[in-house]
């Protein structure tokens, strides 16, 4: 290589590094103004509503799912076989104790009772004609005991077929709700055919819901309930517990529990309910409105606001363990102490250390707790 060529290849290394040292100046010295310019711009803030966390009188308690049941409901069969000649079963309607609900045809038993009738008078004749020859020695004891027993079993007849067509005759046992039938005028029914359900139309009600056995253990015959018609946390229906069941499920360590509804307006038979059943005594907790709950991968937590030694709020995430919901707020079992004050509305938009401006006039505490 001769001297031409080795300068020319000097000139060009030293052109390359030239440019890249001018490369780097210039790369710096933007870095460096993008760093002072973001020194300069305002940190983040977002608007978040707030509230402090309250104690409450509050008792732990389990949500159990129950049924309705009527004080009084039947199903309603037919005991002897026959034709249907009359029948008053309109669904819904509700009608009176002794109410005739089905009359199957008793013609042929009607007849009988005429006959028996005649029969019984008859024996009721010949008894006293008896009794007149006895008294002038006439007739012996024998035949004396024999019109006695002719005229009794002539009233026995009498009695059983009133009894059939009664049978025959099927009432309202108590004030009732009809339900849904289909018996008509002229059909033929089977001895035990179900002709609709009927459910007793009274003040109070039942409600039949299990729970744990651990739970039923703390519960006791006349302790109250509190039941939900809906699913809404409208305002409870006071009960009143009636009977534990003494034998736990051995499939689902579950025992029956059966609780009495004194106003029974708000609810219907067979619907299904929400029983909130206690666990233990009243205490004091710590509830925050049920917004301010947050979940994530790690658990439920909170952000606590809170403010930092220049005197700006920020939020803080807190892990919480949460209990049961009341209305429009959620017990907080542990992680958070009564005063605090808790991101609600707009809680969703938080990180950790984020600088937040309150809407409303809630005191922020500082960071050092006062």
Avoid: C
């Amino acid at each position: 290589m001769n001297s031409r060529t080795r300068t020319s290849s000097a000139v060009l290394v030293g052109v390359v590094i030239a440019g890249a040292v001018v490369l780097g100046l210039w790369k710096y010295a933007s870095i460096s103004a993008a760093t002072a310019a973001a020194a300069n711009q305002p940190e983040p803030m977002e608007s978040v509503q707030a509230a402090v966390a309250k104690e409450r009188p509050h008792y732990p308690a389990t949500t159990a799912i129950g049924t309705v049941l009527a004080m009084r409901s039947i199903t309603l069969r037919n005991e002897l076989a026959g034709t249907v000649r009359h029948v008053t079963l309109t669904p819904g309607q509700i009608v009176e104790p002794g109410t005739v609900l089905v009359a199957l045809d008793v013609s042929v038993e009607e007849a009988e009772l005429k006959a028996l009738q005649a029969q019984a008078e008859l024996a009721d004749v010949s008894l006293q004609r008896v009794q007149r020859m006895s008294e002038q020695r006439a007739a012996s004891a024998m035949e004396l005991d024999r019109a006695v027993a002719e005229r009794d079993v002539a009233r026995a007849q009498i009695a059983r077929t009133r009894a059939v067509i009664a049978r025959k005759t099927i009432r309202a046992p108590f004030r009732v709700r009809v339900g849904i039938a289909d018996v008509h005028p002229g059909q033929y029914l089977n001895e035990g055919t179900e002709l609709t359900t009927l459910q007793g139309v009274d003040e109070a009600a039942h409600v039949d819901f299990t729970v744990a056995q651990r739970v039923a253990a703390h519960l006791q015959r006349g302790g109250q309930v509190d039941v939900f018609a809906d699913n809404d946390d409208s305002k409870p229906i006071s009960a009143k517990i009636l009977a534990i069941d003494a034998r736990v499920d051995p499939n689902t360590r579950n025992a029956v529990v059966r609780a009495r509804i004194d106003d029974a307006r708000a609810v219907s038979p067979g619907a299904s309910v929400r029983v909130r059943v206690p666990t233990g005594a009243e205490r004091m907790a710590v509830a925050v409105p049920v917004s301010a709950l947050r979940k994530g991968p790690t658990g439920d937590h909170v952000f606590v606001l809170t403010g930092d030694k220049d005197g700006k709020t920020r939020a803080h995430m807190r892990p919480v363990r949460a209990g049961t919901v009341l209305g429009d707020e959620v017990v907080i079992e542990d992680g958070l102490a009564a005063g605090e004050q808790v991101a609600i509305s707009g809680s969703f938009k938080l990180r950790d250390a984020v600088l937040v401006a309150i809407t409303g006039d809630a005191p922020v505490r500082t960071a050092s707790g006062s």
